[in-house]
Nanobody, 121 residues
Framework: QVQLLESGGGSVRPGGSLRLSCAAS????????LAWFRQAPGKEREFLAA???????YYEDSVLNRFTISRVNAKNMAYLRMNNLKSEDTAVYYC???????????????WGQGTQVTVSW
């Protein structure tokens, strides 16, 4: 059974940084893309970044210069480093798995429970 567990969320002031972690378990992930999404209250789930087993990253344009996705295959871990955080980054952040790097959240079969990120003074 595939399980994804996010951690690293919290409260931070504007301009601050956080690193989110996603621990994946339950199958061989060598053919899987690990991705990060977020969902703010009243909004749709939004693609942020994805990374293949071969470590090729994909980003949503609005976070390209602030967020960095990484992956350690030997540990089945994915990370999202977020710099220069803004109030509009406040959301629940989710890790997801799929064979293909797609922007569409409906294509992803497995999700973690999410971790809250709050950016405010």
């Amino acid at each position: 059974q595939v399980q994804l567990l996010e951690s690293g969320g919290g409260s931070v002031r504007p301009g601050g940084s956080l690193r989110l972690s996603c621990a994946a378990s339950g199958r061989d992930f060598s053919d899987q893309v690990l991705a990060w999404f977020r969902q703010a209250p009243g909004k749709e789930r939004e693609f942020l970044a994805a990374i293949t087993w071969g470590l090729t990253p994909y980003y949503e344009d609005s976070v390209l210069n602030r967020f960095t996705i990484s992956r350690v295959n030997a540990k089945n871990m994915a990370y999202l480093r977020m710099n220069n955080l803004k109030s509009e980054d406040t959301a629940v952040y989710y890790c997801a798995v799929d064979p293909v790097a797609t922007f569409d959240p409906y294509e992803y079969d497995y999700w973690g429970q999410g971790t809250q990120v709050t950016v405010s003074w």
